[in-house]
């Protein structure tokens, strides 16, 4: 079973539209949950992060954690053209050791059109 | 620009070539990464240097060689490499080794590798 479970897409949907992006886990102990943003021919920049379950919220982006169903969700409102990338969600155990353990997700295309 | 320079952006290679990539950070940062990105795979961590020491190797074949002259520079050499080994390489760094909420990764652009 892998780590980290992410739809991989595509997603496409107008200009305006609430996009959800989501993935699932399996290993309980994570507690650090972040999402990335990978635009065409880039590479991946935090987008954000949180800790623990809950939610977070930044401007039109909303991260949500609920680590009872094991599932992490991303919600873009009013989306534009600009946010069209791929979504990447990672996760991770440790806080003190290396970012080498961040256990990513495949990525799910988006494309929000005019 | 996210102050992560990696060169060449392609690069097409034979079996029996052998190449560098080379990836550059202006952030002084102390601690550099090369992942792998297949498609619709996950990013795969290769190595880890933190102060041009290697911290972490997960289990990359011996094709793939890494170098850290300086805190600020990075390669991966490429030889005998095989047609599944065509992916983006990616190089990112941090401020250090801290954790995924302390630090925050920068990565390059990256390169997109084919091999014939």
């Known amino acids: 079973q892998k780590e980290v479970e992410q739809d991989p897409g595509p997603l496409s949907v107008p200009e305006g539209a609430i996009v959800s992006l989501n993935c699932t886990y399996s290993?309980?102990?994570?507690?650090?949950f972040m999402w990335y943003r990978q635009y065409s021919r880039k590479g991946p920049e935090l987008l954000m992060y949180?800790?623990?379950?809950g939610n977070k919220e930044d401007g039109r982006f909303t991260a949500q954690v609920d680590k009872s169903s094991k599932y992490i969700s991303l919600f873009i409102r009013d989306s534009q053209p600009s946010d069209s990338a791929t979504y990447l969600c990672a996760m991770s155990a440790d806080r003190g050791s290396t970012l080498g353990r961040l256990y990513f997700g495949r990525g799910t295309q988006l494309t929000v059109w005019p | 620009e996210t102050g992560v320079t990696q060169t060449p952006r392609h690069l097409v290679m034979g079996m029996t070539n052998k190449k560098s990539l080379k990836c550059e950070q202006h952030?002084?940062?102390?601690?550099m990464y090369w992942y792998k990105q297949s498609a619709k795979k996950p990013l795969e961590l290769m190595f880890v240097y933190s102060l041009e020491e290697r911290v972490e190797n997960n289990s990359v074949p011996s094709r793939f060689s890494p170098e850290c002259p300086n805190s600020s520079h990075l390669f991966l050499h490429l030889h005998t490499l095989q047609p599944e080994d065509s992916a983006l390489y990616l190089c990112?760094?941090?401020?250090?080794?801290?954790?995924?909420?302390?630090?925050?990764?920068?990565f390059g652009s990256g390169t997109q590798l084919s091999v014939l």
């Open positions: 952030l002084g940062h102390n601690a």
């Open positions: 290993n309980s102990a994570f507690q650090y």
């Open positions: 949180t800790y623990s379950s």
């Open positions: 990112a760094s941090s401020q250090d080794l801290a954790g995924p909420l302390l630090e925050k990764l920068f």
